[in-house]
């Protein structure tokens, strides 16, 4: 494959961070959403300075994957108090693993999730966790290809519209 690089976001690329993000989840989520409802989760989610607190808590961490000198797209992980579920506060939570389309294909999902498994081990979390939409087929049959199993859901807000994630999770031995 050509020059893969997996680097940690640094705050001087928080603009960048937001773009990609931006970018990737209207790719992946648009087509199956209420454009206003997108306009209105991507205006609080992906706000600079929510971004920038997200960024900066010592329980998270952001990763860029690159092909070449193009950002290709990103991985956030959190662990403790930055995990979305309590109950999970020894596990490491995989919060978003998005690749930009014109990247899929090139098996970046599974560089990702291999860096968040590395890290997970890093930090000894007994296992990994994250929500799916229960509708993005693609993910799912990802994640279980990948030995995650589904253990709950919960409610996810787009905008608002109340919509349902699979939690999953991968014990890590």
Request: aromatic fraction near 10%; charged fraction near 25%; glycine fraction near 6%.
């Amino acid at each position: 494959m050509e020059n893969v690089q997996i680097q940690p976001v640094s705050i001087t690329e928080l603009a960048l961070l937001r773009e990609i993000g931006i970018a990737t989840f209207t790719e992946t989520f648009g087509p199956h959403n209420a454009k206003a409802q997108m306009d209105r989760y991507v205006a609080t989610s992906f706000a600079l300075d929510k971004m920038k607190a997200e960024l900066e808590n010592p329980e998270s961490l952001f990763f860029f994957i690159k092909i070449g000198t193009s950002v290709a797209g990103y991985l956030k992980l959190n662990w403790g108090a930055a995990q979305t579920e309590a109950e999970t506060s020894q596990a490491l939570e995989i919060e978003r693993i998005y690749v930009l389309a014109d990247f899929h294909g090139k098996k970046l999902g599974q560089l990702l999730l291999e860096k968040a498994r590395e890290v997970a081990l890093e930090k000894k979390a007994p296992y990994i966790w994250l929500g799916v939409w229960e509708k993005n087929q693609r993910a799912l049959r990802f994640y279980e290809k990948n030995g995650f199993e589904p253990f709950d859901k919960h409610t996810f807000i787009l905008g608002d519209d109340v919509q349902t994630d699979i939690m999953m999770k991968q014990i890590l031995s």
